[in-house]
């Protein structure tokens, strides 16, 4: 009899946090009530981050919880097939898998209009559990990506900051998409002393515009870097408006890519795929070029921009062929 000897290879990326139905509206209307029908797709900011990855060709993993239900089923289904790693996901048998609901403005651009009446914590994703985590994706995986989100609930705060301990014992760098939705608090009072927490963990931050302005009253990315002082890049992002970042000191903006948009949510999340994509591919060293950190960033750029032609986060993310393709088609070679 022949047996497979064939050793998995080990995740690059441990992406940590929510997975969840995205609920988009059918109609396009910044209007609840004008809404007569949903389509739920797959999405989750750290998991649309860990499918992105695989599809782009860099391992990941995805560490989350998720009911015992149909919609878990569908969700660990959709990564399983992508080929995320799923070692890491934990399943509750007393609180449902979390939907979201989307609005959708002519543009494609998107509100987040809520859950279903529930309490922001009566879903399974706020219940990961710290002792649970799987030391062993973190012996060889380089990066861990979270979000903020799941700081609102205790248990999964705690395991954040025990996925934290993790990457500093291992040697990880940190990856943090700030990813601020106040739908998930129970008190949003909360949510900045909680995020200020997580300075001294981080090695790379995204921020929306908007956030930026929140957190540091400014959306200069050189200026946020400095203030962070121990970070290696900094990303200020603007929808189509031109990214603000400052990579290892190296300042400079990138326009994303004109599209025909269809729907921007999951954009940010393989944005932050394809920087990661590339520093896997590109080493951290090679960040010493300015050259080389613009074109990472205009990597990044072509990811999040081709995610917004189709509908659905994961649905809609490219592969590496695609990108590629593309940036020929505008002149980048790659």
Known sequence: ME????????????CLGEILL?????????????????T???????????????????????IGCVGQDPEGDRLLKELET???????????SNFPTRKVYVLRSADGDRKFAGFDGDSPDAYADAY????????????????????????????TREAIFQALELAEEYHLKTVLDINRR???????????????????????VKFSQEEALWLFDTTDAGKISYRLDSVEGVFVTNGAAAVNYCLNDHEGKVNPFVVDVKDTTGAGD????????????????????????????T??????SLTTIKLGAISAQPTATEVENFLKQHQFSW
Request: with cysteine; proline share 6%.
């Open 128 to 155: 990961l559990l710290g002792e649970k985590l799987p030391t062993e994706l973190f012996l060889e995986a380089e990066y861990l990506v979270i979000g903020t989100l799941e700081l609102a609930y205790p248990h």
């Open 3 to 14: 047996t497979n000897n064939t050793v998995p290879i080990p995740s690059r990326v441990i």
């Open 40 to 62: 739920a797709f797959p999405g989750g900011a750290p998991a649309n981050v860990a499918s992105a990855l695989v599809k782009l060709g860099t391992n990941a993993a995805f």
């Open 82 to 92: 992508v080929g995320v790693d799923l070692k890491g996901v934990q399943r509750n």
């Open 299 to 304: 990597y990044a750029c072509a990811v999040g």
């Open 182 to 204: 106040s739908q998930f608090w129970l008190n949003e009072g909360d949510a900045l002393p909680l995020i200020q927490q997580l300075w001294q963990h981080m090695d790379f």
């Open 270 to 297: 393989a944005f932050i795929a394809g920087l990661i994509h590339q520093l896997c591919c590109q080493g951290i060293s090679s960040l010493s070029s300015p050259e080389i950190a613009q074109k990472i960033v």
């Open 22 to 38: 995205d609920c988009l509206a059918d109609e396009v209307t910044p209007y609840w009530e004008q809404v007569k029908s949903w």
